[in-house]
Structure formats: C-alpha cells, structure tokens
C-alpha cells in the first residue's frame, strides 16, 4: 500500500475535498473532530499534550517502530486507550479546525528544526525521532483521509 507524503501540502490538498457535514466510511468521528484529532497527533509528536506514558511492552517497541515503514496500514476502528474519546469540537467550525492544523504544522517543522534530535514518547511506539514520526504521520493522515474518502 502506498501512503501520502506528509507535507503541509498534502494535508490542504486532500482536506479542500472534506465537507463540515460528511460521514465517515468507518469509526464515530465527524470530519471537524478528525482534523482535531490530527492536530492533537502534532501536539504528541512535539512534547505537548499531556504526559504520555508507554503502553506496549519494552520488548515490543522495535517491532512496532518496524511497522512504521512497512506497506501495513493502520487498522480501522482502532481504540488507542490514551486518547479522549467522543471530544467534543474544540473550535467553532471545519475551517477554524484546518486553520488550527495549518498552524500546528508549521510549528512542528520549526520545531524539529530547531531539535532535530528529539524523540517523543508515543504510547503505542516508544520514542519516535523525527523520521519515525513522519512515518506514523504519512500512515495517520493516509488512514483518516481513507476514513472520510479524500484519497
């Protein structure tokens, strides 16, 4: 399976096709609450969000980082036990949503420009450098964008 590039890019581009009102083909998500919930991914991958904790064992974790680079996609319906469930929107509208992401995003690259060494702990991967984040945001967006079918 190919996945899309991550790039701030891609992301305007398959999100201009998403509709305020559109249902996903899987999963309880409205399209607003998905682009919210790519936001939060941006946070995790920078430190913020909350302390995040690993959730699979040690022994695990290389074969998980593995995963992030094989032609696997992420499953469908997939409950990650560290995130929120049923959030309500956290701004007032779709637009204000991708605006937030678009913002998020370019932090992100100036952060990791910055600290082009740091790792952040993701629960279901380990600490993730810069690389392995990539990885796991190309199958993410790819994932959600499949979700609402943008790609």
Not at 31 to 46: G, N
């Amino acid at each position: 399976m190919s996945f899309l590039e991550p790039t701030l890019e891609n992301f305007q581009k398959h999100v201009s096709k998403l509709k305020h009102d559109q249902e996903p083909l899987w999963g309880t998500m409205s399209a607003q609450r998905m682009v919210e919930h790519l936001s939060e991914w941006i946070d995790l991958a920078m430190g913020n969000g909350g302390d995040h904790k690993l959730a699979i064992p040690e022994d695990k974790i290389e074969k998980a980082q593995a995963f992030l680079f094989s032609e696997y996609p992420l499953p469908k319906n997939f409950k990650a036990k560290f995130l929120p469930f049923d959030t309500d929107h956290r701004n007032d509208r779709l637009r204000s949503a991708i605006t937030e992401f678009e913002a998020k995003w370019a932090d992100f690259e100036a952060f990791y420009t910055k600290n082009p060494n740091f790792k952040s702990m993701h629960p279901s991967f380990g600490e993730l450098d810069h690389k392995h984040l990539l990885a796991l945001h190309s199958k993410h967006m790819t994932h959600h964008f499949q979700q609402f079918d943008l790609v």
